[in-house]
């Protein structure tokens, strides 16, 4: 099966790469980007793990295949902040120690931005519906919120 090539923009920077009909966005980011920061969790969408956003749209890139990125914007957790410079969200991650193993980290962080720029405001109820479909297994979902809340916070004060 010949390989597509596809045209894209990942975290704001032009890119092109070629990939199988069938691999997902997830494999091209991680084996051919070498773009490591999105996790895989589950393979079957059900963890959020491997959480992006496609032209501003939330989805597990394990559910989309790489061709599909043609003529998209990828965001990715390496596109938000930087090793000088975290973002408030990964600020109030370490801060209220909301990740351990950092599987599901990338994609919660990911989503985190994703909700607080849909509603810089949430109450807890709406973060907790919102992050619902991120999954991890070893911090408890209260250090999560209490750092998602902090960060909307922060960043409404402009922080």
Do not use: W
């Amino acid at each position: 099966m010949a390989k597509v090539h596809v045209s894209t923009s990942v975290n704001g920077e032009p890119t092109e790469f070629l990939c199988d009909p069938h691999e997902t966005l997830l494999d091209v980011l991680r084996n051919e980007l070498n773009m490591t920061g999105t996790k895989e969790g589950c393979g079957s969408g059900d963890c959020g793990a491997c959480s992006v956003m496609v032209n501003d749209r939330l989805v597990c890139s394990c559910l989309v295949l790489g061709a599909e990125a043609q003529g998209k914007e990828i965001g990715t957790v390496e596109g938000i902040g930087s090793n000088d410079s975290l973002h408030i969200i990964q600020e109030k991650f370490l801060e209220h120690a909301a990740l351990q193993c950092g599987i599901c980290t990338p994609g919660l962080i990911v989503s985190t931005k994703a909700l607080l720029e849909e509603n810089p405001t949430p109450t807890e109820e709406e973060a907790r519906y919102y992050l619902a479909g991120n999954l991890c297994r070893c911090t408890g979902y209260d250090k999560i919120i209490r750092a998602v809340m902090d960060a909307a916070e922060s960043m409404r004060r402009g922080a």
